[in-house]
């Protein structure tokens, strides 16, 4: 098996606080705490086959096979995008349009993109899908999760679910994203669709349930029906939770165990200590607040309380049209008081524990070879030059993707 060494790192980002000197280790931080991504000067990195086998000092590095100059670059691991809805057709750029420009727009929101859905064929939805990932490999992004929840009938739920499987294995099942236009007048009806037929259909190609728990979507008994449901089919739980006003979409989430609950926007302090006594990470996905010009989630109220924290991108055609990770830690640092370093950590580390994962998000022994090259000698440049394309190169599973000269 070809091993490779990357050398000449001004800075690696391992996300394990034990190798960075006079760091203790801890799984969760806040304000007081030391840097949490277990920063390596003058390092190197060992590539054999999919994993990383070594790193450390670039002065210790092991012989290999190959050797790569990251030119006194930083090295990160690649980010974990484990909120995205890419599963669509359609478009939505008058919405967007008006609501940037201070006019009212009478369009169906969400339901504008299920009708284009709907009437897409399942060439146009992989292009559209494969087109994101592109995108996304672009600026680093080498493990996403992403939902149906665009389709709202069992067979175009399915077929979502059928086609994101081809590309990742973090697929969620959200068939109730909202209530399916056919059933306004009946929603009792469309969560026994949800539990029964569809549920049936949907879980062989998925790993994850989700519920849009909402005022205007799914309330706290629906939603726990139809996480309950996908449990027993062996889903494990997410909820969109707390997005636009509060509710019980946080303590649903904890109580259920769910992997996370994302968006939590509007908590009270015994949602925020719900999250820190429990597993359930707060995923913050800061392009919906950018894009809608709503509310900031306060990410320093949360890490101060010692709650485990992932940054996403929430890609969807609504709300957050960004595939750009980079973009995402750039607002959560300006406008959701995280420092640098908890950004980096939480759109890396913080993703992978979103997705009760331990073999992405860091680079260490053991871990997927999943790393990005920054175009400067440090991770807080993400935040410091905000827009600047400064993934320079990437790496997915040892395999070199995006192949700009380093």
Avoid at 77 to 93: E, I, Q
Avoid at 211 to 228: H, S
């Amino acid at each position: 098996m070809s091993s490779t060494v990357i050398s000449n790192i001004a800075t690696l980002v391992t996300n394990d606080p034990s190798l960075e000197p006079g760091s203790p280790r801890s799984s969760k931080f806040g304000s007081g705490g030391r840097s949490p991504l277990g920063l390596v000067r003058d390092a190197a990195v060992v590539i054999e086959g999919d994993r990383v086998v070594w790193t450390g000092e670039s002065s210790k590095a092991p012989a290999t096979d190959n050797r790569v100059d990251a030119g006194g670059r930083a090295v990160l691991p690649g980010f974990v995008d484990s909120h995205s809805h890419l599963v669509f057709a359609g478009d939505r750029t008058e919405e967007f349009n008006a609501r940037m420009s201070g006019r009212p727009y009478s369009a169906g929101g969400i339901r504008t993109t299920v009708t284009a859905t709907r009437a897409a064929t399942d060439a146009e939805l992989e292009a559209n899908l494969t087109r994101f990932l592109a995108e996304a490999l672009r600026q680093g992004t080498t493990t996403f999760e992403t939902k149906s929840g665009y389709g709202l009938t069992t067979e175009d739920e399915s077929r979502a679910l059928r086609l994101a499987a081809r590309h990742t294995d973090e697929v969620t099942f959200l068939g109730a994203h909202i209530v399916a236009p056919e059933y306004a007048e009946d929603p009792a009806g469309y969560v026994a669709l949800v539990t029964g037929e569809m549920l049936d259909a949907c879980a062989p190609h998925a790993r994850w349930i989700d519920v849009f728990c909402e005022k205007g979507a799914f309330d706290g008994d629906q939603a726990r029906a139809i996480l309950t449901a996908g449990r027993a089919r062996g889903l494990h739980p997410r909820v969109h939770a707390n997005q636009l006003s509060y509710g019980p979409g946080v303590q649903l989430a904890v109580e259920l165990d769910a992997a996370s609950a994302d968006h939590c926007t509007h908590l009270t302090d015994a949602d925020v200590d719900a999250l820190a006594g429990s597993r359930t990470v707060a995923t913050l996905l800061p392009g919906a607040e950018f894009s809608t010009r709503a509310e900031w989630p306060d990410a320093r109220r949360l890490l101060d309380a010692g709650v485990t924290v992932a940054l996403s991108t929430d890609c969807n055609p609504g709300s957050s049209f960004t595939s750009s990770v980079p973009f995402c830690i750039a607002l959560a640092v300006r406008d959701m008081g995280m420092t640098p370093d908890e950004a980096v950590w939480s759109a890396t580390a913080g993703g992978a524990r979103a997705l009760r994962r331990d073999d992405v998000g860091r680079l260490t022994p053991g871990a997927y070879a999943d790393l990005l090259i920054l175009d400067a000698p440090s991770p807080v440049h993400l935040a410091y030059r905000p827009g600047v394309p400064l993934v320079r190169a990437v790496w997915r599973r040892g395999r070199r993707v995006e192949p700009r000269p380093v």
